[in-house]
């Protein structure tokens, strides 16, 4: 079974490509706006918890 965010609902999936397409612009600071998007991340745990379910660092979660 692929975890490949085919779970997540149609909200956190744009959410998620919103935050991606974000760039600096003219007058921002680069620190504020990773700031912003981490904390948006933080704001969503099931994104989080998909991090850990790549087949490369599944190891990671393995007790």
């Known amino acids: ?3 490949d965010g085919r779970g ?3 909200r956190t999936l744009e959410a998620i ?3 991606a397409m974000e760039r600096v612009r003219e007058g921002e600071k680069l620190r504020e706006k990773i700031d912003a998007q981490l904390a948006a991340i ?3 745990p099931a994104l989080v918890r998909s991090f850990f ?3 490369t660092i599944a190891y990671i979660t393995d007790w």
């Open 1 to 3: 079974m692929q975890r």
């Open 8 to 10: 997540f609902d149609h």
């Open 17 to 19: 490509r919103l935050m």
């Open 42 to 44: 933080k704001r969503t």
């Open 53 to 55: 379910r790549a087949p």
